[in-house]
């Protein structure tokens, strides 16, 4: 599932064009509702046919709240919870004076998974008036493939 606003729909469906993918689903917000000091979302299509979706939401303590899910080729699926996801920035890129970490080091030790993504345009920022970034992901690591990210609150 994708998550964007009316005005990037368009945007983000020419992205994921470019890298491969084909989204299933995408959510198209009515507005910004700036709930949290910074929320994650990943949805990862791995080369083998699995697919993962995770979101990660930073409390205003600074700890964090994770789930997740991963769907098998079969068609079973996994929840995750914070205990089983591992989310660890690797590089921030510098846009409009703010730090935002666009490529991230994600583990599930329980399932064997462990990747570096990257973004495929790491200055994918929205600049709206709630501004957030999203974007085309590659992966490599235990698994290969492409994905796509989108983070608030940075």
């Known amino acids: 599932?994708?998550?964007?606003g009316d005005a990037f729909r368009f945007i983000v469906t020419d992205q994921l064009?470019?890298?491969?993918?084909?989204?299933?689903d995408i959510l198209i917000e009515p507005a910004?509702?700036?709930?949290?000091p910074a929320a994650i979302a990943a949805a990862l299509h791995l080369a083998a046919g699995d697919k993962l979706m995770l979101y990660r939401m930073?409390?205003?303590d600074g700890r964090h709240y994770s789930s997740g899910k991963w769907f098998a080729r079969d068609g079973s699926a996994t929840l995750l919870?914070?205990?089983d996801i591992v989310m660890t920035p690797r590089a921030?890129?510098?846009?409009?004076g703010r730090k935002i970490p666009t490529?991230?080091?994600?583990?599930?030790?329980?399932l064997a998974f462990a990747v570096d993504c990257a973004p495929l345009n790491a200055k994918s920022w929205m600049g709206t008036s709630f501004p957030y970034w999203e974007g085309p992901i590659s992966f490599g690591g235990s698994h290969s493939g492409?994905?796509?990210l989108e983070m608030t609150g940075y």
């Open 1 to 4: 599932m994708i998550i964007t």
């Open 81 to 83: 919870g914070t205990s």
């Open 32 to 36: 910004g509702r700036n709930t949290a």
């Open 58 to 60: 930073r409390q205003t």
């Open 92 to 96: 921030l890129t510098e846009i409009e």
């Open 146 to 148: 492409l994905g796509y």
């Open 103 to 110: 490529a991230w080091h994600i583990a599930i030790p329980g």
């Open 17 to 24: 064009k470019a890298c491969g993918v084909t989204a299933l």
